[in-house]
C-alpha cells in the first residue's frame, strides 16, 4: 500500500522556504510568489501593490504512484512570456476584452524522477496557476490535490454553501452566507452542507479577492471547497459518489482522471482595490481555451418572454405559448422559450409562428439524454429540424466529471447545429462562454422561482441580489429569470422597482423576463421603453456604488444611451449620491417604486445636469434611470 500522507501537516512545514519563481501582472501590481522549503514542499503567495494578500498557500497533487506535494526540486523555470488576450463575449461584462498577461512555467521533479509543469498567469485583474503532466500514457487519476487558498485572517467573506446530494442539487443554488475564515458552512437548503462553492468573495485589509475556476471542461471534474478551512486556508475538494444526474449511471468514480499530456484547470485569484473591479474582471474568461466555432454570426443575445414562472401549471398549452410568441414580438425581444411539456403542445404550428413573427424559439430538455453521445445528437437533430434557435438542458445536479464532458460535447455538438446552449441545474461555468460562445446562459443561482419553493428566500432575497454581481455572475452569463411580480407562496418584499433593476444588473446572453405580459402592459411609459431597449449585451458597464450585502448601483451603456440601475440589499432606506457628469448632457427618466411600491412603478423626469443627483432607495428598493434618446 501506498503512504497516506497529509496536506495539513506537509502545509504546516518546520523548514524555511526558498523563492522559487516570482511573476507580476503587466502593471506590477499583482505579484504571484512559489517557494520551496527544504523539504521540497511547494507554496505560493499572492501580492497586490506590495502588501500580501494571500499567504502561503499550498500546491502539489498526487497522481497514480506519483507524489508531487513533498520532495520536489526545480528542473527548469521559463522565461517570463508576454501575451495579450484579445477576443469577443457574446454573454458578459463587456462585448470585447483586450488583456495583457504574463506566464511562465516551472518544471518539478519528485524523488522518483517525474516531472510535473507549474504554470503561472499574473494579470491587471488577478493571478492563476495550473499543472501540467506531460509525455503519453493511458488514462491517469488524481488522487489527492494539496491546492488551497490562505485568507487573511482578519478578513470578510461571501461565500455559498456546497450542498448535499439530491435529484436538485448540488447546482450552486444557495444563499451567500457572510463568514470569517475558519468558519464552517452553515446548515442550509437541502440539508447538511459538505464544503464551499466557488467562487469565493473576500474583502481583505489589501485588496478584494475571488477564487474560482477557470478551464475546467472534459479535462477535470468541478471542484469546490473543502469545508475545513482551519487557519484561513480553504482547500479544493472533488465531487462526493453519491451525488450525479437522475437515471444516469456512471462509468468512472469522482476523482479526476485523463491520458497524458494532461493540463489542468487554472485555479483563479481575481484580485481588484474595490468590489467593483471584482464585478468587470473578465480573468475567468482570459484564462480559459480560445473559441472553438469558427463561425460565430448566427450567436445572437437576447431577450426571451417565458410562460413557465407565471403559469408553471400550464405546460402543454400551444395558445398560451403563442401569446408569449406574439409579446416577444411586439416588445422586440429576440426569443421566446418553452419551458418543460413543450412537446405536448402543437410544436410545429409554434414554430411556424415563431418564424413569421422573427422570434427564435427555446425549448426545455431534461440533462440525462445528453450523455450518451448517439441520444444526444438525435435529440439536438429534432430540435434543430423544428427551426428551434436553442435548448435549455435542466437538472445536471453533480460536479462529476462525466457531467462536465457531458455538457462540453452538447456545447461542441450544439454549435455543429447552429443552437444556442443554456443549462440548468448545474455547477458553475468555468470560463465556457469564451471557449463556446454558443453558451448563453447557466442557472447556478438561487433565482426567482425560490419565492415558490423557499420561505426564507423573501427575506433574503434582496441581500443575495447585492451580492451576485460580486460573486456567482463574475464566474459566468446567470439566468436568473428576473422581474417576477405576482404573489407566489412566500409573498415578495423587494419593491418593483427593485426587481425591474435586477434585469439590468445581472448579466445574461439571454435574459428570461419572468412574468405575465399583461404585468408588464401596466408599468408607466417609461417603464415599458426600459423593457423594450434594455439588451441583453452591453457596450460598457461601470460600477458606481459596489457594496456587497448591501447596495450596487451600475451605469450600462447600449449604443449612445446611459441606463443607471441600483438596488438596495437592506431593510432601511439607503441615501444615494451619483455624479451625472459623465454620462453627457441629456435628461433623463427616473423609474421608482409607485404607491403600492411592491406592485406599482412610478415615472418622472430628471432634468440634464452635469452635477451631482441625489436620490433615497427605500428599503429592499429599487430605481432605473434611462437617458433620453
Known sequence: MRPVWSFALLLLGVCPAAEVARLASPDGHNTITVDLDEAGVPSYRVSRKGQEVLGTSPLGLKAGNDDFAKGLKVISTSKVEEHREQYELFAGIRPRVDQGHRRLSIT??????????????????????????????????????????????????????????????PAYEDYYFAVKPGDPPPYSRGGDTRGWYFPALFQTPGAWLLLTESGTGENYCACHLGPDSSGGVYRIAFPFEDEGTKRVKYSHGVKPRHSLPWTMPWRVIAVGDSAGDILSSTLVTDLAEPSKIADTSWIKPGRASWSWWAYPDRRNETELYSSYITYAAKQGWEYSLLDAGWEKADTK?????????????????????FYDADRRKRRLDEIAALGIRGVKIDFWSTDRQEALEAMEATLRDAAERKLLVNFHGCTLPRGWQRTWPNFVAAESVL?????????????????????????????GPMDFTPLGLAEK????????AHELATALIFTSGIVHYADKPETYEAFPAAAREILKTAPARWDETRCLIGEPGNAVILARRAGDAWFIA???????DRPVELDLSGF?????????EGADALKSLDEQAVPASTGKWTHTLPARGGFVLKQDS
Open 566 to 572: 441600483g438596488i438596495n440589499g437592506t431593510a432601511g
Open 489 to 496: 407562496r412566500y409573498p415578495r418584499k423587494n419593491t418593483a
Open 108 to 169: 518539478l521533479a519528485n524523488e522518483g524522477g517525474a516531472r510535473m509543469e507549474l504554470d503561472l498567469d499574473a494579470g491587471n485583474e488577478g493571478v492563476a496557476f495550473r499543472y501540467r503532466l506531460e509525455g503519453e500514457s493511458d488514462e491517469l487519476t488524481v488522487d489527492e490535490e494539496a491546492s488551497g487558498f490562505r485568507v487573511p485572517g482578519e478578513a470578510k467573506g461571501w461565500i455559498s454553501p456546497y450542498n448535499a446530494s439530491s435529484s436538485s442539487s
Open 447 to 475: 433565482g426567482e422561482e425560490s419565492y415558490m419553493y423557499d420561505e426564507r428566500y423573501p427575506e433574503k432575497a434582496a441581500e443575495l441580489a447585492t451580492i451576485l454581481p460580486f460573486t456567482r455572475n463574475v464566474a
Open 349 to 369: 404550428a409554434l414554430a411556424e409562428q415563431a418564424a413569421r413573427d422573427k422570434v427564435g424559439l427555446l425549448v426545455w430538455s431534461h440533462a440525462e439524454v
Open 584 to 592: 453627457g448632457n441629456k435628461g433623463w427618466k427616473l423609474v421608482q
